[in-house]
């Protein structure tokens, strides 16, 4: 089985999340994921990434890095954010979009849209983990195809 896996240590810093965007994008374009399905997974890979740098926290006036795994085996991708932050009550969480008066609160709602499964793991005061999952859609030319096809 093709499997090709891509793991980055980024600075909690915003404009690590256009690197990890932009990098996920031209992996999954040069491995035949269909402009679409690449959209939605550089999509919610975004909001991943912009909510672990937006709540990360300095320990000793340093800041952990973010890390970003991604791993496409057949026919899926599967992606693992962590950053090392604040931390938060996971089952407290909703994954529907807030009401159009809020002026955020939407990341989770739309890795959850965009995504066909999120798991949020988070321990107040220790960080956030963000596990997020998507079958493919591939091109014909797509070297995934055949396995694709074979894991359906």
């Avoid at 999954?28 to 679409?36: D, I, Y």
């Avoid at 997020?132 to 995934?144: I, T």
Wanted: hydrophobic fraction near 45%; charge should be negative.
């Amino acid at each position: 089985m093709l499997r090709t896996s891509l793991s980055v240590r980024l600075d909690a810093d915003p404009r690590s999340v256009a690197v990890a965007r932009t990098t996920c994008r031209a992996a999954l374009e040069r491995l035949g994921v269909t402009e679409e399905c690449t959209y939605d997974i550089a999509l919610a890979l975004a909001e991943a990434c912009t909510n672990a740098v937006e709540h990360s926290e300095p320990v000793d006036g340093v800041v952990d890095p973010i890390e970003v795994r991604v791993d496409v085996a057949g026919a899926w991708c599967h992606i693992e954010v962590i950053d090392h932050g604040t931390g938060f009550d996971a089952c407290s969480v909703a994954f529907e979009l807030p009401s159009a008066e809020e002026t955020s609160g939407r990341g989770i709602a739309i890795m959850n849209e965009m995504t066909d499964q999120l798991v949020l793991q988070s321990t107040v005061g220790a960080g956030t983990r963000v596990l997020l999952a998507k079958r493919l859609a591939l091109q014909d030319w797509s070297p995934l195809v055949s396995e694709a096809q074979q894991a359906s």
